[in-house]
């Protein structure tokens, strides 16, 4: 799935984002609106880790939606 459609279908996928990554508030999901850029900023913010490995586990994630 490619991020046009990923931007396309957020309303329904931001709860599975929302249930992967827990930590996350429903305005930091709502927020990032299916901009990968935000959401890799978000995950890297609120869980502490790389941009690097924020950027893997949101690829990884959507790959398998």
């Known amino acids: 799935m490619n991020w046009d459609q990923i931007k396309g ?17 429903n305005d930091e999901v709502d927020e990032a609106a299916g901009n990968r850029d935000k959401l890799v900023g978000k995950i890297q913010e609120r ?12 690829d990884d994630f959507f790959a398998k939606a």
């Open 47 to 58: 869980y502490g880790i790389a941009k690097d490995e924020a950027e893997r586990q949101v």
């Open 9 to 25: 279908k957020w309303k329904q996928m931001s709860g599975d984002v929302q249930a992967h990554w827990g930590k996350l508030t």
